[in-house]
């Protein structure tokens, strides 16, 4: 079964680094997003992504925020330097465009 | 804007009884809902989903929900919780296909032998 795959499964870093967080969504969904999720919280929306530009993005999705889909399978999100309070789990999720989303199994980022 | 509430932040249910988990959406229209099961350290499974049609629907693990417009809630049950049903449940609303889902806080299901 298709899935949408994300690396890395943990990352750690130190604060005002730059991150980079991977995903590979399912190949022929053309609607894709990011979550994220702070230990015990809700799931957060932050951005998604259509036709190779952003259509939605939350208050969460400030200045340091990029996403890019940089070639045909990849999708990322940058955070350009990172705070304490980014440290979360991140979902990358796909859509088909029927309202249904597929999530992948997230990424953990730890900022020290 | 959408929102949407979910009353019970923990809720504990003996193995084999049944289970109902509460969820009030706000929309101004019919939205599109979900329900998700978050397992420890997993992502994000699809349970069920309501998008129109028949109120009441079938989802995976023997999980179900109903729409109730009149009340604005889907609430999911299941006649017989197993052990491997201990998990986070999030409900979600979606405005229409393609935009971002808004998901509730959750809700912690314990099951106890």
């Known amino acids: 079964e298709p899935e949408v795959t994300q690396t890395p499964s943990h990352q750690v870093t130190q604060m005002g680094q730059e991150v980079i967080l991977r995903c590979v969504p399912i190949?022929?969904?053309?609607?894709f997003y990011w979550y994220r999720q702070i230990l015990g919280q809700k799931v957060e929306f932050l951005v998604s992504?259509?036709?190779?530009?952003?259509?939605?993005k939350s208050e969460i999705f400030d200045d340091q925020f990029s996403v890019e889909r940089p070639d045909g399978s990849n999708f990322t999100l940058k955070i350009r330097s990172t705070k304490l309070e980014d440290s979360a789990m991140y979902f990358c999720?796909?859509?088909?465009?029927?309202?249904?989303?597929?999530f992948g199994e997230g990424s953990r980022l730890t900022v020290l | 804007a959408q929102s949407v509430t979910q009353p019970d932040i923990h809720i504990t249910v003996s193995e084999g009884a049944s289970l109902e988990l509460r969820c009030n959406y706000s929309?101004?229209?019919?939205?599109?809902l979900f329900w998700y099961v978050q397992s420890p350290g997993q992502g994000l499974q699809l349970l069920l989903k309501?998008?129109?049609?028949?109120?009441l629907v079938q989802g995976i693990k023997g999980f179900e929900a109903e729409f109730k417009r009149s009340q604005s809630s889907f609430n999911l049950r299941k006649p017989s919780v197993h052990w491997s049903d201990a998990a986070e449940y999030f409900c979600?609303?979606?405005?229409?296909?393609?935009?971002?889902?808004?998901f509730g806080k959750g809700t912690t299901l314990s099951v106890s032998s």
């Open positions: 999720a796909s859509s088909l465009g029927g309202g249904e989303l597929f």
């Open positions: 190949s022929n969904h053309l609607y």
């Open positions: 992504f259509y036709n190779n530009e952003i259509s939605e």
């Open positions: 929309y101004g229209a019919t939205p599109y």
């Open positions: 309501y998008f129109s049609g028949d109120t």
């Open positions: 979600a609303v979606g405005a229409k296909a393609g935009t971002a889902l808004i």
